[in-house]
């Protein structure tokens, strides 16, 4: 996974939890890079992409979870 390590007080919205943070991760997904507040929405997002990638694309954010 590649992860940005220059980044470190970048603001982001994060792709999980729609929450204003600093960017902890991030995570390419087909087109889009995502990124997260921290390790906890990462691993979530990451987790609910590739299940339900095995059946259709969403961006994590519609996922229903
Ligand atoms: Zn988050």
Do not use: T
Request: with cysteine; hydrophobic share 35%; aromatic share 10%.
């Amino acid at each position: 996974m590649p992860l940005d390590e220059d980044a470190s007080n970048v603001q982001i919205l994060c792709a999980w939890c729609q929450k204003v943070g600093v960017k902890r991760y991030s995570l390419s997904m087909g087109s889009e890079l995502k990124s997260f507040c921290s390790e906890k929405c990462f691993a979530a997002c990451r987790r609910a992409y590739f299940k339900r990638n095995k059946v259709q694309s969403l961006p994590c954010h519609q996922l229903d979870i």
